[in-house]
């Protein structure tokens, strides 16, 4: 049983079963059960009939559930089955689903278990109401039949996708243009069937599974993988919009989740929440995106914060350390007096690509400040300053004697480019509302004769790797124009923003 603190608060398996009570409970457990020289009972996990067995009395006990879960399909751990359950809960709090009677969801390939309706309907005490598709056909049937086992025919509705169909929803609900539903979720088969389910071993050091593998090569397998399937799901999204208001699901590994991150930048959907599912030694991820602008899924705690909730009293803050640089030292000649002068010459940098820094509180030696960007105006500024010189130079030969030039700050970006940055960053006031695509914290202090620059990752779907691109930026406009340069010449200083 993968157990693990991390676990979400409300997950009842964050401490493991009593295996020897429920050996007594259900007899047929002891079949496979191990009793140790000091009399504990184990189950071995790399055994596929005692995670068969375990399922089934678990479902049995703390559900009342009775599953029939045939060999040679998938079998769900409980563990990460309720956090994800418990994570759609969170996101029904933020949004509002208290205040309905019904919930409406899909989940989008139930397999032979459909567990995840009918835990969906047995943790909401029957108020959400679940349409389970499948495409395969012998799931499907396995699927219905545990509906009916534990007479859920009323809450849950098993629906075949289409035979041979080319999408995931969209013909499925082609037929019921008028339907809606409060959520969409998703465990998708994470393995490219050109490669098949073996995990990379890319550096040897990758540990054994610690847990049988089970599950068709249907349930586990698809063209392309995760990404290529969730993409998919996004692509139809922008169809559907909402008809489904908030579109949901899970990830099985971490590149996936990056790939996935980027494609909403891409496409500019803003509206999104995260969230990552730790139970023993296995790591989910999941993201969460609307259309409806009633749903701000911003509201939503980011995964650093529920990890933060999870802890145990007493138990060290899992937040990442900020990445950290030192930016100017008297000792190497530097004329630099003042915190303020180092300040002013940061927020200069950062106004000049237009990001949003706001001051949340200032000393005699440290200033914290919130960075808020809506899109990646930091990027390829080595490219940038290239084609300002290149252009600058044709001009000067082709055009000696005229004033013809654009006018550029002093990181190479073009004054009538930055305009229009402003411009198009200004254009939509409901875009600014959604999730930022990135948000950090800017911790600039003086520590003895030194001054340091710290960034700190909180959200967004820039990910972590932004703040060091940021960094990055600012390090190699420090190069092009040093801080004692800026010092001596104040007054030239151009730099805005907010108390």
Known sequence: MAVNELMHPRNRYRERPNFQELVQQFPELGQVAIVDVGGKVKLDYKNSQSLHLLSKCLLQRDFG??????PGKLVPTLPLRLNYIHWLEDIGAAVGWQEKETVRG???GCGASCIYPLLAVVQSNQRWHMVAIEKAEESLRIAKANVVRNSMETFIDVRPQVAGGLTILLEVLQNSPNERFDFCMCNPPFYDSAIGVKPQNRTGKRREPSNASTGSVEELCTEGGEVKFISQIIQESLQLKDRIAVYTTMIGHKSSYNEILREFNHIYIRNITANRFCQGNTTRWAVAWSF??????NRLATHLELEEECRAPGKKKLLKKPIEWKISTEQEGHKVSSLCQVKQYLLGILDSIALNVRILSE????VLCELIAHQN?????RRKRRCKQTTEDKNDKQFPNENTFKSYDENGNPEEKRQKLEATLTQSESRRQSNPYLKA???LNRKNNDYFLALHYIDGAAGKDSVNQILQFIQNSVRTKPIDEIC???NQVKATFAD
């Open 106 to 108: 899909i989940d989008i």
């Open 441 to 443: 914290a800017i911790n």
């Open 363 to 366: 000393k005699s030696d440290e």
């Open 488 to 490: 001596v010449e104040e």
């Open 65 to 70: 559930l009775n599953l029939e879960l045939p």
């Open 377 to 381: 105006t930091w990027s390829h500024q």
């Open 292 to 297: 409806d602008d009633r749903i701000q899924l």
